[in-house]
């Protein structure tokens, strides 16, 4: 069963700082495509990053490039999200997501899984 825990989130000031977590801490198999989507009221879901296990290859929207960093944890199954200079419009609650079995080809490789995580608030203030 691939079940996804995330932690981190929380509220800060324009130009800060925030750091996501996403872990599969039961699933036994490597997964191919971790990654982070938002959805901020009002608005559709979006792809912010996704990174390839194997590789280490990563993707990002051009919303956050140079800005956030999606890295893979030392333990299994393990991502992370670096969010530097936040603006107001990053605001969002976070879904991480996962692929098992294929890898990512872009941000928006993810939309179709089933396999997402309770999602995270990220709130920031002007």
């Known amino acids: 069963q691939l079940q996804l825990v995330e932690s981190g989130g929380g509220s800060v000031q324009a130009g800060g700082s925030l750091r996501l977590s996403c872990a599969a801490p039961e699933y036994s198999y490597t997964i191919n495509c971790m990654g982070w989507f938002r959805q901020a009221p009002g608005k559709e879901r979006e792809g912010v990053a996704a990174i390839n296990i194997g590789t280490s290859t990563t993707f990002y929207d051009d919303s956050v490039k140079g800005r956030f960093t999606i890295s893979q944890g030392n333990a299994k199954n393990t991502v992370y999200l670096q969010m530097n200079s936040l603006k107001p419009e990053d605001t969002a609650i976070y879904y991480c997501?996962?692929?098992?079995?294929?890898?990512?080809?872009?941000?928006?490789?993810?939309?179709?899984?089933?396999?997402w995580g309770q999602g995270t608030q990220v709130t920031v203030s002007s």
């Open positions: 997501a996962a692929d098992p079995w294929s890898r990512c080809g872009g941000v928006r490789s993810l939309a179709p899984t089933n396999y």
